[in-house]
């Protein structure tokens, strides 16, 4: 022992099993309510080499504030903020938004997807593991000197149907990141089943399954690739919803209530989110977008009419993410 501090980045103690971290700190998993398990309130898309749009979701406190009310309006208790490093992760502007909207808030970590890997993460110049540690480090000690932590790893992702080499190293870190400190892993996976490639990755490095989720599931509306998903037993998100300029509309949403409906029938009720990624000024309710209140106002309704059980739809909206944001102890 050497009476020194030793650099926080074991993991083994550093994150509190059993509770939730949000930006505010940790809390009781009951608190947190309904959950949108897939969210952003601002995030910069469009600074990358080749993009000619400028897709941003910006950062308007007042805003972003009003926006984010309606959804408590609606009965929502928490959302979770995945912008990462590279498309402007903020804890500060988060515990802000805490802190105005009553809402519990819970970070995102790690890196996105590799168009906007930002350069001096070295993603392909340093070890994977010294990337897990960089994941870890925010989980447990905090972003930066902000103190403030991360609660989930992700959104991880891909920019194409498959893993680039450099994607493939951000997955094994963020799986060895999951086994150190049992944060859940949470992903992008658009129009293409390569969320399963994921999973592979994942469960190559040990992590746990059932701590997985596969987002933008519904860009890819085939039932045999959801089902695939839960059979290994991650949990399939559909977070497109209400976003009117995505590929989902070549199929329409009601495709994506008869998928859900036939997982449910299946007994999947345990393997399932629903939330709307909002990314873009354009979803915003103050230019005509559906805001942070689609579910509420348009896609839940739509559910119940075709049947969905109440207990079914509690257990998508707050059972599933209270489980998988509760922190497991850590196996790694
Ligand atoms: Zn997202």
Same mark, same amino acid.
């Given at each position: 022992m050497t009476g020194r501090n030793e650099p926080a980045t074991s993991g083994a103690t550093g994150t509190p099993a059993g509770r939730v971290q949000t930006v505010l700190g940790p809390?009781?998993?009951?608190?947190?309510?309904?959950?949108?398990?897939?969210?952003?309130?601002?995030?910069?898309?469009?600074h990358i080499p080749n993009r000619w749009d400028y897709w941003e979701l910006r950062r308007d406190k007042p805003l972003i504030s009003d926006e984010l009310a309606a959804f408590r309006s609606a009965g929502g208790g928490a959302i979770v903020d995945l912008t990462l490093d590279g498309v402007g992760r903020d804890p500060d502007w988060l515990a802000g938004l805490a802190r105005t909207t009553g809402l519990h808030v819970v970070m995102g970590s790690g890196w996105y997807r590799g168009a906007h890997y930002p350069p001096e993460a070295l993603i392909d110049r340093r070890s994977v593991d010294a990337l897990?540690?960089?994941?870890?480090?925010?989980?447990t000690s905090g972003v930066g000197d902000t103190g403030i932590?991360?609660?989930?790893i992700g959104e991880i992702g891909t920019d194409k149907p498959w893993l680039s080499a450099q994607e493939e190293r951000v997955h094994r870190a963020a799986?060895? %990141?999951?086994?150190?400190?049992?944060?859940?892993?949470?992903?992008?996976?658009?129009? /293409?089943?390569?969320? &399963? $490639?994921?999973?592979?990755?994942?469960? %190559?490095?040990g992590a746990d399954l059932t701590r997985v989720?596969?987002?933008?599931?519904? /860009?890819?509306?085939? &039932? $045999?690739?959801h089902l695939a998903i839960v059979d290994r037993g991650a949990t399939v998100e559909f977070d497109f919803l209400g976003m009117t300029f995505t590929p989902l509309e070549r199929?329409?949403?009601?495709?994506?209530?008869?998928?859900?409906?036939?997982?449910?029938?299946?007994?999947?009720?345990?393997r399932l989110l629903l939330s709307q990624d909002v990314c873009h000024d354009s979803q915003l309710r103050r230019y005509g977008g559906n805001?942070?209140?689609?579910?509420a106002e348009s896609f839940l309704p739509r559910l119940r009419e075709a049947g969905v059980s109440e207990?079914?739809?509690?257990?998508?909206?707050?059972?599933?993410?209270?489980?998988?944001?509760?922190?497991?102890?850590?196996?790694?």
């Open positions: 809390i009781d998993p009951a608190e947190l309510g309904w959950v949108l398990p897939h969210e952003h309130t601002a995030i910069a898309l469009w897990a540690d960089v994941i870890v480090r925010d989980a932590r991360s609660g989930v799986a060895r %990141a999951a086994r150190r400190t049992g944060l859940a892993i949470t992903t992008h996976a658009v129009q /293409s089943a390569v969320g &399963l $490639d994921q999973l592979d990755v994942f469960a %190559a490095e989720v596969i987002g933008h599931a519904d /860009s890819y509306p085939a &039932l $045999d690739y199929h329409g949403e009601g495709r994506i209530v008869e998928i859900l409906v036939a997982l449910l029938a299946r007994g999947h009720a345990e805001g942070y209140t689609y579910l207990s079914d739809i509690r257990t998508i909206t707050i059972g599933n993410p209270r489980r998988l944001l509760t922190i497991a102890p850590p196996h790694g």
